[in-house]
């Protein structure tokens, strides 16, 4: 059989189509990912226990424990006052989360997990979303420890164990008679629940995540602990020039 004339070969490679660039020199890759961290991290920079408190008349970064967040607006204005908080720092998370599924353009696995290239952006913007909220540009970079922000993030990430997460934070709350013990139950079993539905890659993933909110915790003792030996030394000046 004759072989094909190299004048040929060389026309057809030449009529050949080159791979269409992506826009601005960005892969799929980096876009999917470079979406999902910028939108992930202005969503989390939204102060919303800081809007909240002034509009009540105070700063949550000035009074009680000096974190804007949840648990330190309720204890100046109740519950119902500052269940906005709650909402608004729990569904940044979820929109974060969201935004993360879309630009990865893959669809939810069973029980709505997120499965296949989607895994990447959405952790990358709920990561994002969670230094938002630490760090928030709209707010001088004096934010909270994430945690309702995180677990927004994760009822995108795997559902059901976010559903059992509820039930155990239902479970421990009624029965200790503390939302507050059955919540930390709760957040801190769901990279085990989550080990019923996804693989132990994804709940590494988790635990990623979660290693953010420690750090906060561990910022925020380490701040205390400073403003208390300032305190204290000023006391005693105080003392010896009296």
């Known amino acids: 059989m004759a072989s094909t004339p190299a004048y040929l070969m060389r026309w057809n490679e030449a009529m050949t189509p080159l791979p269409e660039a992506s826009p601005r020199g960005t892969s799929p890759t980096v876009r999917s990912l470079l979406v999902p961290v910028i939108g992930g991290y202005l969503l989390g920079s939204v102060p919303v226990a800081v809007l909240v408190g002034r509009a009540h008349g105070f700063d949550p970064r000035s009074v009680g424990d000096r974190n804007p967040g949840f648990w330190n607006v309720m204890q100046r204005v109740g519950g ?35 499965t296949g290239s989607g895994v990447l952006p959405v952790y990358a913007a709920v990561g994002a979303a969670m230094a938002g909220h630490a760090w928030p540009l709209f707010a001088g970079r004096k934010g909270g420890r994430c945690v309702l922000t995180f677990v927004g993030g994760f009822a995108v990430i795997c559902p059901p164990a976010f559903g059992l997460g509820l039930g155990l934070l239902a479970a421990t709350g009624v029965g ?22 996804a693989p132990a890659k994804q709940v590494a993933g988790t635990g990623a995540l979660m290693s953010l909110i420690g750090l906060r915790f561990g910022q925020a003792a380490l701040a205390g602990r400073a403003a208390r030996r300032g305190s204290d030394r000023r006391g005693g000046r105080r003392a010896r020039r009296g």
């Open 80 to 114: 119902r006052s500052a269940a906005p908080v709650f909402a608004g720092d729990l569904l940044k998370g979820t929109a974060a989360g969201l935004l993360g599924r879309a630009a990865g353009g893959s669809r939810p696995g069973r029980l709505g997990t997120v």
């Open 176 to 197: 200790g008679r503390s939302f507050a013990r059955g919540a930390r139950v709760a957040v801190f079993s769901l990279p085990a629940l989550q080990l019923l539905f």
